[in-house]
């Protein structure tokens, strides 16, 4: 199930796509907490600079028997690894497909 708002591309070895995964329209989160830490000035523009707190995660279902949940990098980070039925499309070098203008086109792997 694709708890992300997008459509998931896999890429085959010979750059094909190989699967789309849809999303469900159920998007898992994590909330988080801001805190202004202090301010830059940029071109006579006050500019805030923030500290993010990541807190719990939201919208993520209860495991289920055969399925497996694809979410964002930042939604299995904080998960820390807790769920083996959570998964993230792997956007480092080594899977990351991109166009000429450097878009994300699809993935290779996922990563937990």
């Known amino acids: 199930m694709n708890l992300t708002p997008h459509e998931l591309m896999l890429i085959g070895g010979g750059e094909q796509i190989i699967g789309r995964i849809i999303p469900t329209g159920q998007v898992a989160r994590v909330k988080t907490l801001t805190t202004e830490v202090g301010q830059v000035v940029v071109d006579g523009h006050t500019v805030p600079i923030v500290a993010t707190t990541y807190r719990e995660v939201e ?3 209860g495991v289920q028997d055969d ?3 694809v979410v964002s990098v930042l939604v299995a980070q904080a998960l ?3 769920r083996s039925d959570v998964v993230a499309p792997d956007i480092g070098p080594q899977s990351v497909v991109r166009d000429a ?3 994300i086109i699809g993935v290779h792997r996922f990563t937990r």
Request: net charge neutral.
């Open 59 to 61: 919208n993520l279902p």
């Open 67 to 69: 399925t497996i949940y």
């Open 80 to 82: 820390g690894g807790q």
């Open 101 to 103: 203008y450097g878009h």
